[in-house]
């Protein structure tokens, strides 16, 4: 078992391009969870999503920000124009129900 | 509200002396804590869960409910330990997890 897969691991992009971050989750894992940390802080909550499901997004910005964990493939955190505020690490977790969480390498956004 | 605080950023104590990372929560359920690891140049794992009552690595973690605490405690420091901890907690039943700012530990020789 692989673990939880994220790529890519370093992303650059220009102000107002689009980002696209993917998380494939571990085997068997169908909760699939979205981190944002910015410099010197922790952890920040984004969206929780099964399967084609958006259980609880109440982490995500309201605009610019989307996520989708569809039938097929990885799940993935879209960032539409993109502003250099939102340079971070972005971390995929997944889990097989409740419980404790099985996290990724991470995924760091630059913005030029 | 929920909130995790972890209040120091890094500690740093000498190997072989007791190590102790703080975390308090504020939750009005009844939440589970977890801690959860990151060593240099690696993913966060998970390091132990409060109703696992389980010690990794030597760490063991009581939840006290009346302190809402949840402090992680080692009795013999290694420097191997030397990582970036995170306290979490999840509402029981749900799977929002809010996590602490974290604390760095360093184990000196």
């Known amino acids: 078992n692989a673990g939880v897969m994220q790529n890519p691991r370093h992303l650059v992009r220009r102000r107002g391009q689009e980002a696209r971050l993917r998380c494939s989750p571990m085997k068997g894992h169908s909760h699939v969870y979205w981190y944002r940390q910015l410099p010197e802080e922790g952890l920040k909550f984004m969206v929780y999503?099964?399967?084609?499901?958006?259980?609880?997004e109440s982490g995500m910005p309201k605009e610019r920000f989307s996520a989708e964990f569809p039938k097929e493939g990885p799940s993935i955190l879209r960032i539409q124009q993109v502003v250099r505020g939102d340079s971070a690490a972005y971390f995929c977790a997944s889990s097989p129900g409740q419980g404790g969480q099985h996290f990724g390498d991470g995924t760091r956004l630059s913005i030029l | 509200a929920q909130r995790v605080t972890q209040p120091e950023k890094l500690l740093s104590v000498f190997k072989g002396a007791p190590v102790e990372l703080k975390c308090n929560y504020s939750?009005?359920?009844?939440?589970?804590l977890f801690w959860y690891v990151q060593y240099s140049r690696q993913r966060l794992q998970l390091l132990l869960r409060h109703i696992s009552r389980e010690s990794i690595k030597g760490f063991t973690a009581d939840l006290n409910k009346g302190e809402t605490s949840f402090h992680l405690k080692k009795p013999f420091a290694q420097e191997e330990d030397s990582a970036m901890y995170y306290c979490?907690?999840?509402?029981?039943?749900?799977?929002?997890?809010?996590f602490g700012a974290g604390t760095r530990l360093f184990v000196k020789a």
């Open positions: 979490a907690l999840t509402n029981t039943g749900g799977f929002k997890t809010i």
């Open positions: 999503l099964q399967k084609e499901n958006i259980i609880d």
């Open positions: 939750y009005s359920g009844s939440p589970e």
